[in-house]
């Protein structure tokens, strides 16, 4: 049987399959990858990883923020992702608890210290600590009491304590050493 | 350290597991046919026979994978790691290749009634590790002594003359054969008529050593999918305008400016009938909006012009139940119930050298989860998906069949990590409303609360007001106590008779029953419509308080050591028959009581230039102790060290069990410094956690020094609560040494700055 020949169609202006222009958007960076949001610009960054990303490891956390399990890292300074409306972000480079560990899976020293201390309760606050301790470390990487005491973040479960023996682990150098 | 899982395990969906469960070569399934502890409010009737129903926890595979099921929701309790690692041990497995899969509800149909497949599946009120002691060590037994047939056939060698060590049989000649080898062979042999034998003590592996959370790695990665994380692709997202009043009705609605937001596709008015119970809980009304994603959801919500009518409870008050609890306890009324009588209080009192008189207040709480209450269902015609954080799955797919009457096995239900539950997830009302709205728009509803919603319409613990007195003789001997309490139960609504309404509120064995000759307590109910349950800690947060300052305050009439008045009134080394069942071993609670003390260098109480407290308390056959040294810079509180010691029996996981004493130490203190709800006109007055202030970083300890009692011939009891009753005390007896100023009314640090 003779093979079926391809049959070109004449390419008119009514069936022609043009690309879409490139939608108008806010183009930033999140864990060192590009998105562009096309929705609308007053909606916070909370929602826009939740819901338009999935990126759910950063958590509600109240209206405004306030058991500071919605932190992100914003060009590397924590904020809370609902107080952040799209709009303020445009060229901003964000690090949510997803982008800690490196691309190989190996844990950012901060991430190793919570297991290695059990710093962690129910675990739904654990992604705001991490992102806490992350930007205390960075400003202070040898933090005392008085500095970790200043952490905004809430916790139920109360794993306060192990998060400052993990804070101190990091700064110690120790994280992933028994 | 400690052997973790490793990376990168495959986590299954429940279903797929459960497929793989029914079926497949080399596959090992293994059940049990047990009895186990059932959850109190369930109906008999709804039971069946399910308690001996065939269930399945563990997989291998022939690639050697282990799966291991966890059949309680875990609430941060640590449960999804503690059940498998006792199910692990009595297999003999190698933690390093197991693999924890979250159950979620299992349920057959049994002629149209449900069958729970698992038995026991609550989480977060102290009754996993118990009931898993029961029967999930046969779970293991059981699939080790399948493995172990299975060698002895290939082998021609009796099982006896085979060993099993880390996932392996070791023959007598040392031959080594996998488990993932004769997983196949052993998934068809005949299980035995009597259950194999189970480990004796001094062979255990796991149980005893420390291991951290299996969902670690998840946790800090991002990765763990909570509920609240979860969706099905064209799922609306629906959030909520309740009704300030749950008896409450809508007057006014005006929705235009909310269904002008873009995203929001519907609104709907929940209307429960007055009083309608759906899952043992009052649901208020509620206006939900619907739309595309969360923002527009809240943006439409905010837009909502809502004119609410109140109901009888509209004119309740704090306050005024406070005033009505202060009415009953002067007046000369008979008590609603009289929880315990010993001997004769009254002549005691007659004989009396010294009486002691206190009343001690404490406010109503809110749950206050991280996480908020949430659900996802998903409805087709013959079948329900359900996503929700609950610690009751049976109670939520109860909830879940009476609003779409699907069959027993239609119902699905998967209850991934929680973001805590301290009793809030006992009640279902959020699942009602998130299928009434799945089934109105016929499409699936992820359901979010708001901690607004959270607070303003919990299911909270009635504050309460205890009135002590204690009798003391000639000899310096506590002779009498009298304790009459009066609070709104939390079991109303909830089918308990009205004669055991008391048992949410206060514990006929609590201390110093059992140690006073003359113990008289008396509970006097507060007719109050603001809605109640269960709360992690309930009932002892509130007596454990308010009896252990008071001993403190009775040690300090008699210019006692007040760890001396303790041991006094503790005695002798002995048990003493408990009238709920049970045992208080005064050695116990005197040995923990000594650890804390000598830890915190207790010998200096009353020259140490800080404050130092003690207490102590039994829950459920496990014992506590707290010291705390405080001092007072300015007007602040600085908890220098926390000491708790606790002797829970048999320790399933160290690692785990500190985590949880420490927590619920942290928690304890958060709730006893800061925290109240208040109600005016029936209205909550706490709309988020600047209202409602967790204690900050600063506010706690840097540290809590936990004492394990090592005590493995006994079995193991629950921990989560077990270290909440005697941090508040303990830190309100150590403020008093700091500051001569005697906290009796609850949250301490509005009281002590009033009172300073």
Not at chain 2, 19 to 29: D, H, I, K, P, R
Not at chain 2, 31 to 55: H, N, Q, V
Not at chain 2, 377 to 390: E, G, I, Y
Not at chain 2, 491 to 504: F, M
């Amino acid at each position: 049987m003779a093979p079926v020949q391809a049959q070109a169609v004449p390419v008119t202006s009514e069936n022609a399959i043009v690309p879409e222009k490139a939608r108008d958007g806010i183009d930033l960076e999140i864990n060192a990858e590009r998105y562009r949001h096309t929705g609308d610009p007053q909606m916070p960054l909370l929602w826009y990883l939740r819901d338009v990303l999935r990126l759910t490891g950063t958590k509600y956390a109240g209206m405004r923020g306030e058991t500071g399990a919605d932190l992100v890292l914003l060009n590397g300074k924590a904020v809370s992702a609902v107080a952040q409306p799209m709009a303020k972000l445009a060229g901003k480079s964000v690090t949510t608890v997803e982008g800690l560990a490196a691309n190989d899976g190996s844990l950012h020293p901060v991430q190793q210290a919570f297991i290695d201390e059990d710093a962690i309760g129910c675990g739904y606050c654990t992604p705001g600590w991490l992102i806490a301790a992350v930007d205390l470390l960075r400003r202070k990487p040898n933090p005392s009491d008085d500095d970790i005491d200043q952490l905004p973040n809430l916790c139920r479960c109360g794993c306060q304590t192990r998060v400052r023996r993990a804070i101190k682990r990091v700064a110690a150098g120790k994280a992933g050493q028994a | 350290m400690n052997d973790h899982i490793p990376a990168d395990r495959i986590r299954l969906s429940r279903r797929r597991f459960l497929q793989v469960l029914a079926g497949g070569a080399g596959v090992l399934m293994v059940g049990i046919r047990t009895a186990s502890a059932a959850d109190a409010p369930l109906p008999l009737a709804m039971l069946g026979d399910t308690f001996y129903d065939l269930g399945a926890y563990v997989r291998i595979d022939s690639d050697g994978n282990v799966l291991i099921g966890a059949r309680d929701p875990d609430t941060g309790t640590g449960v999804a790691t503690s059940l498998p690692r006792i199910i692990a041990d009595e297999l003999d497995a190698d933690w390093n290749t197991v693999s924890v899969v979250a159950l979620g509800l299992g349920v057959s149909d049994n002629n149209g009634q449900p069958r729970w497949t698992y038995g026991h599946q609550v989480g977060g009120v102290g009754g996993s590790i118990p009931a898993a002691w029961n029967d999930l060590r046969q779970v293991g037994a059981l699939a080790r002594w399948l493995l172990l047939q299975a060698a002895a056939h290939r082998l021609g060698v009796p099982a006896d003359k085979l060993r099993c060590d880390a996932g392996t049989v070791i023959a007598p000649d040392g031959r080594r054969f996998s488990y993932a080898s004769l997983a196949e062979d052993a998934s068809k042999i005949a299980l035995p008529n009597n259950p194999p034998a189970v480990k004796t003590p001094d062979q255990y592996r796991l149980i005893g050593k420390p291991a951290g959370d299996v969902d670690a790695r998840a946790i800090v990665t991002g990765q763990m999918q909570y509920a609240i994380d979860q969706h099905y692709g064209e799922a609306l997202v629906a959030v909520l305008a309740h009704c300030p009043w749950p008896d409450g009705t809508l007057a006014h609605i005006d929705t235009n400016d909310t269904l002008a937001v873009k995203g929001v596709v519907k609104v709907l008015q929940l209307k429960p009938e007055p009083g309608q119970l759906l899952g043992n809980t009052v649901i208020a009304p509620a206006v939900a909006v619907l739309a595309e994603d969360t923002w527009s959801a809240l943006q439409g919500r905010q837009k909502l012009k809502l004119e609410w009518k109140p109901g009888a409870s509209g004119s309740e008050s704090s306050n005024s139940l406070e005033q009505q609890a202060g009415a009953l306890l002067a007046g000369k009324t008979d008590p609603t119930a009289r929880v315990r009588n010993d001997g004769d209080v009254d002549a005691a009192s007659r004989k009396a050298a010294r009486r002691l008189d206190a009343i001690y207040y404490q406010p109503w709480l809110a749950h206050a989860t991280a996480e908020p209450m949430n659900c996802l269902v998903r409805l087709d015609k013959d079948h329900a998906s359900v996503v929700v954080p609950t610690q009751a799955p049976q109670k939520a797919w109860a909830v879940v069949q009476r609003l779409t009457g699907l069959g027993p096995a239609q119902i699905e239900i998967s209850v991934p990590r929680i973001g805590g539950g301290y009793g809030r997830r006992l009640d279902h009302d959020y699942v009602a409303e998130a299928v009434m709205l799945a089934k109105a728009v016929d499409k699936p509803v992820r359901l979010l609360w708001t901690h607004g919603e959270d607070l303003d319409h919990d299911y909270y613990r009635s504050g309460s007001v205890h009135q002590l007195s204690a009798i003391i003789d000639h000899k310096r001997q506590l002779t009498g106590w009298n304790q009459r309490l009066a609070s709104a139960s939390a079991l109303i609504h909830r089918g308990v008779p009205d004669n055991r309404l008391w048992t949410s509120e206060l514990q006929a064995d609590q201390l110093p029953a059992a140690l006073v000759p003359n113990y008289r307590s008396d509970w006097y109910a507060l007719n109050a419509s603001i809605p109640r349950g269960p709360m992690r800690g309930m009932p002892q947060l509130s007596n454990a308080f308010a009896v252990e300052s008071f001993i403190d305050e009775i040690a300090h009439s008699m210019k006692e050591d007040p760890l001396d008045t303790h041991l006094r009134l503790l005695g002798a080394p002995r048990q003493l028959s408990l009238s709920a069942g049970g045992v208080l071993d005064t050695g116990r609670l005197t040995n923990v009581l000594k650890l804390v003390a000598d830890r915190i260098g207790w010998k200096n109480w009353l020259h140490s230039v800080n404050g130092l407290g003690i207490a102590c308390w039994h829950v459920d056959g496990a014992y506590v102790a707290h010291a705390i040294e405080v001092a007072m810079q300015g007007e602040k509180l600085i908890i220098h060290r926390v000491v708790c010691a606790v002797d829970v029996g048999r320790v399933i996981n160290p690692q785990g069990l500190e985590g949880q004493v420490a927590g619920a130490t942290l928690d304890a203190l958060s709730i006893a410094l800061n925290l109240a709800i208040t109600f005016k006109d029936g209205q909550i007055q706490q709309h988020n956690f600047k209202d409602y202030p967790l204690a900050s970083m600063a506010q706690l300890p840097n540290a809590v020094e936990v004492i394990v009692v090592p005590n493995d011939d006994l079995p193991p009891t629950g921990a989560s609560l077990l270290a909440m009753p005697t941090a508040a005390p303990a830190l309100a007896n150590a403020v008093f040494r700091a500051t001569a100023v005697r906290v009796r009314r609850l949250p301490l640090m509005k009281e002590l700055l009033r009172l300073l």
